[in-house]
């Protein structure tokens, strides 16, 4: 049976709690009004579906705590939730920002190469650009996380830069020149500046 816990016990738990130097300035506020527990925890090999139940377990047990002592404020923080709060946000980006981020660059296209042909180009040359970012890093075995999930919009991004000053440059070198020698005279201006751009960009994701 546990021993009650009269005020006498409280104010004596109190003092002692905040004579211990492991405690006060650590989990324990110098004045007592703020306190913390600390828990390590060991995840399975499934660390994901662990992960998410962990979560979801302190969730409720927050739940609970505010609805039993409403004049307490109780937060939490870890890197489990720290890990899943990022990856309802990859879900989001996934849903809502990358169908947007399309439009945007179908918009894009349109108004800065203005030809049919072009446009149709431009967006299978991302396409292609898109599903073989995502073969190589499954063929590589690299995983998509919640930090490399924002890739497809960097891939979006890059590859419609490229496509534009690759177009517009051929179009204007077109007008001087045949289709072939227009399309070397393209590749050979902007082939250093694309490259640079995507070796850099991919290089700060590793």
Partial sequence: ???EITPDVAMDFRD???ASTDLRNRLL???????????????PRDQDDAARQVAT???DL???W????PEFQTN???GILGTQTLARAAIQDFTYLIPISFLVVVGIFVLALGSLTAVISALCALFCCVVAAYGFAGWTGISLTAGTAISPLSVVALVSAGCVHITISWMLSGETQNRITAIRTSLVDNIG???????TTAFGFL
């Fill in 16 to 18: 002692r709690a905040l």
């Fill in 193 to 199: 500046p694309v490259l640079v751009t995507n070796l």
């Fill in 76 to 78: 939490a923080t870890s």
């Fill in 62 to 64: 927050r739940n609970d």
């Fill in 29 to 43: 506020s110098p004045s007592g009004h703020a306190f913390g527990m600390a828990l390590n925890l060991i995840l």
């Fill in 1 to 3: 049976e546990g021993t």
């Fill in 57 to 59: 377990a302190l969730k």
């Fill in 66 to 69: 505010a609805d039993r002592y």
